[in-house]
């Protein structure tokens, strides 16, 4: 089993930076492809990014692609979240998944708790 917890939100302004990180523990962790998912008052929670198992292969969906980077780091069992550029349609509660497979059918078996990003224009 994965527990995962995110953490590094918060309010930044349009345009700054933040980084998200999400601790895992287990011993698996390293078996399991992680991504970020995040969900906007009011719509679906909706895929971010995800890196493989061994850090090798990135996903991201369009509208955060040359902005947002996703990595990992096996020894500290933490995958991160750049977050560069932000705008205001970026808000929302950002979540830590854990899966078996790679995108598009990246289907988490694990989830972290949630960590809110507030981008003010």
């Known amino acids: 089993q994965v527990q995962l917890v995110e953490s590094g939100g918060g309010l930044v302004q349009a345009g700054g930076s933040l980084r998200l990180s999400c601790a895992a523990s287990g011993r698996t962790f390293r078996s399991y492809h992680m991504g970020w998912l995040r969900q906007a008052p009011g719509k679906e929670r909706e895929f971010v990014a995800a890196i493989s198992w061994i850090g090798d292969s990135t996903y991201y969906t369009d509208s955060v692609k040359g902005r947002f980077t996703i990595s990992r780091d096996n020894a500290k069992n933490t995958v991160y979240l750049q977050m560069n550029s932000l705008k205001p349609e970026d808000t929302a509660v950002y979540f830590c998944?854990?899966?078996?497979?790679?995108?598009?059918?990246?289907?988490?078996?694990?989830w972290g708790q949630g960590t809110q990003v507030t981008v003010s224009s």
């Open positions: 998944a854990a899966g078996r497979n790679l995108p598009p059918y990246f289907d988490p078996d694990y």
